[in-house]
């Protein structure tokens, strides 16, 4: 990435029809990437002085990531990692960046909390996706023992 023009091509990305139309329609996958482009702008100019609004909204684009696409739950995850070195490196005291950084879980809690429990209730599974992968190898190894029968 050329730190110089680092921010046409987030904004061109970000901004973008393809993003804005599709994922209005039905493509979790592009709104997803609208939202990890948001998360990579807000990061990039939140390095060099990170402050609590900044976990802040990195727990609000990660909440809203990991409810648009379960999969890419590492990259919240990652996001609060990196934003916790860059505190430390710019000498920030490790009790408030522990305490900033659960303020972002907190928020993430928050919003898929909810989800978790109707999944619980309406499946019986405790995930977000609603599929898990003991589910789908029980669903797998069913419909592979059906063709043995």
Known sequence: MDPENYLWALWGSSLSYGLAFYSSTHLS?????????????KLIRSLNNPNLKDWVVLGILGALIIMTRYPYV?????????????????????????????????IILIVTTPWLIRNYKLFNEINIAGRSGGVLYA????ANYRDWE
């Open 29 to 41: 996958e592009i709104f997803c990437t609208f939202l990890i482009t948001i998360l990579g702008l």
């Open 74 to 106: 590492l990259v919240p995850i990652i996001s609060l990692f990196l934003l916790g070195f860059y505190s430390y490196k710019n000498k920030i005291a490790f009790k408030t960046i522990v305490k900033n950084a659960l303020v972002s879980v907190f």
């Open 139 to 142: 669903r797998a190894w069913k």
